[in-house]
């Protein structure tokens, strides 16, 4: 499955295979599917009258987010540099932008 989304003014190409959960161990030794059992926390993040639920937020690594578009985006581009020297090449990066628009990626490989 394939995205191209534009971050930043870029269009950012992702892609999520079987092989994408791989390259998420591969470059930060961690397991790809047990970090997305830790977003879990983030489905509780709204309550019932709207407002913020900010102990939802309690224990989040947002940087879980970064790696995973990381990944699906290296899956894409094989010539992608390492996840910090790409990052910093966007000015911005809405992260709470940009996670609706790769929940289907994301949860492609579960």
């Known amino acids: 499955m394939e995205k191209v ?41 709204r309550q019932a009258d709207g407002s913020l639920n900010h102990n939802a937020l309690d224990g989040v690594d947002f940087e879980i987010f970064y790696n995973i578009i990381w990944a699906m985006a290296k899956t894409a581009d094989k010539d992608l540099p390492d996840p910090m020297t790409w990052l910093d090449g966007f000015e911005v990066f809405p992260i709470m932008e940009i996670i609706p628009q790769v929940q289907d990626l994301i949860l492609a490989n579960l």
């Open 5 to 45: 989304l534009t971050i930043d003014g870029k269009e950012v190409r992702l892609k999520s295979t079987a092989a994408t959960p791989l390259r998420y161990k591969a470059q930060f030794g961690r397991d790809y599917f047990a970090d997305l059992i830790r977003l879990s926390k983030l489905a509780d993040l």
